[in-house]
């Protein structure tokens, strides 16, 4: 997974944390933010995966997905 994604799934655990085992509304909460944020990324760049995202050799793009 591209590290952008990773670290945007990870920043959103942070501000939206689940941490009471029994805590249901924030786990489902954590997951639904999770699943929509991935979703747009894979809307946006087509891709998840940095092997796709650089299928061309090129890092290039890298700075525009951290950006963004």
Do not use: Q, W
């Not at 945007?8 to 999770?34: F, H, Q, S």
């Amino acid at each position: 997974v591209c590290g952008a994604v990773a670290a945007g799934v990870y920043i959103l655990g942070l501000c939206y944390p689940y941490n009471e085992k029994g805590d249901l509304a924030a786990k489902e909460n954590i997951a639904r933010l999770t699943k929509e944020f991935t979703a747009k990324c894979k809307e946006e760049f087509g891709a998840l995966p940095c092997r796709e995202l650089t299928a061309d050799g090129s890092h290039e793009r890298c700075e525009g997905y951290m950006a963004k």
